[in-house]
């Protein structure tokens, strides 16, 4: 990009000021906070510009008074919509952030059309599909983030469990956003390890697990509201990769065509994000059983989708 780029974030609030914060202390881009709650967006962003005299950056943080303003951004981030609370799946969201979604859907189009858009919103995957039917813009301008930081949990409790740098474990977390996310254990290596090497089928279960509920499980401990340190990182990955055209592999949420044999679903899948977003979908090989849970991650995201649909006929 040739121009200072420039982040539009809809939603003010603990995942999105969270962002902006990074992208100010990484000197990413201009960053200008929208959100419907009178003057939060205002006041994150007068927070955050008065911890540049100590950090330096050259980062300018603005808050815009209504949608209009995000026509120069380069890159939108959609971190608006109410989050879980105790006992709730990110799919009982649905409802109530679609509306959102929707909402801002008509304002990107009026205004921020060319822009490329990282949804963030639960529930994740659906909310994407939801946001490219509303735009109908080209469907690899509008991510999903959710799999690079599912991904980044399960590197985490595989690096605790064998007693490594995280640094040393790869891996990919595929498919949904939610219960039948698939960490993709033929793909998780400690440096060029394949992990059933060093830890057993009991202990890759167990972590599995916890990586599944590790959204809920910071839930349940705040009893306020879900993580967002860990989420507003992953979106700032994102960001650097499509600023500096990066092309690194990342998993997202990213509409099939055909890809994996499942066609017109947004789902977690290994991509290459580059300046216009999603350049192109890497197929992997899966074993068996991991084929089975894509598929079934699938059912479950068409079902959605279908949903989503049906409810758009009616408005
Ligand atoms: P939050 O309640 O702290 O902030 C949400 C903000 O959105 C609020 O300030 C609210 O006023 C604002 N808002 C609502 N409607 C709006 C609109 N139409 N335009 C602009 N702003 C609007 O919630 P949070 O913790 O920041 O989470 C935000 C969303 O991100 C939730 O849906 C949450 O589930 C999701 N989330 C997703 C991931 C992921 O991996 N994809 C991770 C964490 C959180």
């Not at 929208?34 to 950056?57: E, W």
């Not at 409790?157 to 474990?169: E, T």
């Not at 916890?210 to 700032?236: D, F, H, M, P």
Request: glycine share 8%.
């Amino acid at each position: 990009m040739n121009i200072k780029p420039c982040i539009g974030i809809i939603g003010a609030g603990r995942v999105g000021s969270e962002t902006a914060n990074k992208i100010l202390q990484n000197r990413l881009a201009d960053c200008i906070l929208f959100d419907t709650s009178t003057g939060l967006a205002q006041a994150r962003a007068l927070d955050l510009s008065h911890s540049v005299p100590i950090s330096n950056s050259p980062v300018k943080i603005s808050a815009a008074d209504s949608y209009s303003a995000l026509k120069k951004c380069n890159i939108i981030v959609i971190t608006a919509g109410l989050p879980r609370k105790e006992g709730m799946s990110r799919d009982d969201l649905f409802n109530v952030n679609l509306e959102i979604v929707k909402e801002i859907g008509i304002q990107i189009n009026r205004h921020a059309a060319d822009a490329v858009v990282i949804v963030v919103t639960n529930p994740l995957d659906t909310m994407s599909y939801a946001l490219w039917r509303f735009t109908g813009l080209p469907p690899g301008q509008i991510i999903g983030m959710a799999g690079e930081l599912d991904s980044s949990r399960f590197r985490y409790y595989v690096s605790v469990a064998a007693d490594v740098d995280p640094g040393n474990v790869d891996t990919m977390v595929l498919g949904s956003h939610g219960d039948l996310m698939i960490p993709l254990i033929s793909h998780t290596y400690i440096r060029s390890l394949p992990v059933r090497s060093i830890l057993s089928e009991d202990t890759i279960h167990s972590i599995s697990e916890q990586t599944r509920n590790a959204g809920g499980e910071i839930v349940k401990l705040s009893g306020n509201g879900s993580g967002y340190y860990a989420a507003a990182s992953c979106i700032v990955e994102m960001i650097d990769c499509i600023i500096n055209d990066k092309k690194k592999i990342l998993c997202c949420s990213v509409k099939t065509s055909g890809d994996y044999g499942l066609d017109k679903v947004y789902i977690g899948l290994p991509v290459v994000i580059g300046k216009n977003g999603v350049e192109k979908i890497i197929q992997l090989k899966l074993p068996e059983e991991e084929s089975i849970m894509l598929r079934n991650a699938a059912q479950h995201l068409i079902a959605m989708q279908v949903k989503t649909d049906k409810l758009l006929e009616h408005t």
